[in-house]
């Protein structure tokens, strides 16, 4: 007599263990929740420069009426030509848009090959020298103005656009240094190293092996620089007279102007810098330089 085999059930037949789907539906709302709340951030930035833009655009008499509609019915160039084209506005606006970049370019000059021997070699009171770094940063620039001032008239270079420019470098250097330093402590040394054997210099290596690697940290310190150049009033407000900057220009020309032109000045005054952020967004959305 032989043994019969058991039969085994067919393969649809069989019972599976349930699947947990609870951690995948958490993760989800958290990805919602994530997506909400960037959503929220955004409309809180952008609500008060589509308020102004569309200030700017309306009619000084749609301004005038009460209450107002969010979106003004009649939009006109009429004021913000108006504005653009009053006297010392456009000399302004290219000093404003010169001093930004010499800003940049001279912060990153000097601030990057800092950042990176804050980043590679260790020194006596290197800690220190950070937290001093800080500190001048909390300075407030009304502390300096009056010293600053009397520095360059002495110096010859008063009311000229490079005493800006030197200001604000100044401003922004701990800044620069800081930013550069930390995005370059992520560069590995391994690459550095090898470089360093196939016969790069050290300049060499850092020219072409670091520097493309620490592109997304260097366009964040240069929006950072230019966005703090551009917006900076006091200084340049102090150190200038017939070479203001738009933000100088706008604050001394606008103090007894009519509303509508109030808010062209704050649309023009946004505007370059949001222009110039814009640009530089490929840089800060690649990791480590890449561009795809």
């Known amino acids: 007599m032989t043994a019969t085999k058991p039969v085994s059930a067919p393969a649809e037949e069989r019972t599976l263990p349930p699947v947990d789907l609870a951690p995948l539906r958490r993760r989800r709302v ?18 008060p420069i589509v308020l ?22 009649d939009l006109t160039l009429d004021t913000l030509r108006g504005f653009v084209t009053s006297t010392g506005v456009l000399p ?15 912060s990153l000059a000097i601030g990057a090959p800092a950042g990176y021997a804050l980043a590679r070699h260790a020194f006596r009171g290197r800690d220190t020298y950070q937290v001093f770094m800080l500190l001048v940063r909390a300075l407030p620039i009304v502390v300096l103005s009056v010293p600053l001032a009397t520095i360059f008239l002495r ?19 701990p800044t ?7 995005i370059f402590v992520a560069v590995p040394t391994d690459l550095e190293e090898a470089a360093r054997v196939f016969g790069c210099t050290r300049a060499e290596t850092f020219r072409r092996v670091v520097l493309p690697l620490a592109i997304p940290g260097l366009a964040a310190s240069a929006v950072f ?26 604050l001394v020309a606008l103090a007894d102007s009519p509303q509508s032109y109030r808010f062209a000045g704050g649309l023009v005054l946004v505007l370059p810098a949001l222009l110039f952020i814009f640009l530089m967004r490929r840089y800060l959305l690649s990791m480590w330089g890449s561009r795809g």
């Open 30 to 47: 958290r990805a919602a929740l994530v997506q909400v709340a960037c959503v929220l951030v955004s409309l809180f930035m952008v609500l």
């Open 52 to 73: 102004v833009a569309f200030a700017a655009l309306s009619t000084p008499d749609e301004l005038a009426e009460f209450p107002k509609s969010f979106i003004p019915s």
């Open 92 to 106: 302004a606006f290219g000093n404003s848009v010169l001093t930004g970049l010499y800003t940049v370019v001279l």
């Open 155 to 173: 110096g010859g270079l008063y009311d000229t656009v490079a005493a800006v420019t030197l200001v604000h470098t100044a401003l922004a250097m």
């Open 176 to 182: 620069t240094v800081l930013i550069t330093a930390s």
């Open 225 to 250: 620089t230019f966005v703090l150049s551009w917006n900076e009033v006091l200084g340049a407000g102090v150190l200038t007279i017939g070479h203001r900057t738009l933000p100088a220009q706008v």
